[in-house]
């Protein structure tokens, strides 16, 4: 079975987000930590969500809650990193609907014949 559109978009998306985030924190005197919380989570999802895999796709949905929440409290209190915020809130977005397209579309698609 073919890897749906919506698995290689995710994927991307996870991987965009751990590069995002790599670069919005590589100078925070907490690097150590950022890189553990927001930048291992989404590259090691990255991979076994390109591919399909459910798991990976629904944690990867999962967290991508939370870094949707991080963006907005961020892009509300501190206008210097609102591009950053932004960037993560709009890629989160991006991978929610990603993982749940299939779901989405198997509900509400036409039913056929």
């Known amino acids: 079975m073919a890897t749906p559109t919506s698995a290689r978009i995710a994927g991307i998306a996870l991987l965009a987000l751990a590069l995002l985030y790599a670069a919005w924190f590589h100078a925070d005197r907490h690097a150590a930590a950022a890189l553990l919380v927001f930048v291992l989570p989404p590259l090691l999802l990255a991979v076994p969500a390109w591919r399909g895999g459910r798991r990976s796709a629904?944690?990867?949905?999962?967290?991508?809650?939370?870094?949707?929440?991080?963006?907005?409290?961020?892009?509300?209190?501190?206008?210097?990193?609102?591009?950053?915020?932004?960037?993560?809130?709009?890629?989160?977005?991006?991978?929610?609907?990603?993982?749940?397209?299939?779901?989405?579309?198997?509900?509400?698609?036409?039913?056929?014949?």
């Open 58 to 113: 629904f944690w990867g949905a999962v967290f991508a809650l939370g870094w949707f929440s991080h963006g907005v409290m961020v892009a509300w209190t501190r206008p210097g990193e609102a591009l950053f915020a932004w960037l993560a809130i709009v890629l989160s977005l991006v991978v929610v609907v990603a993982v749940s397209w299939p779901g989405l579309q198997a509900r509400f698609g036409r039913r056929r014949g």
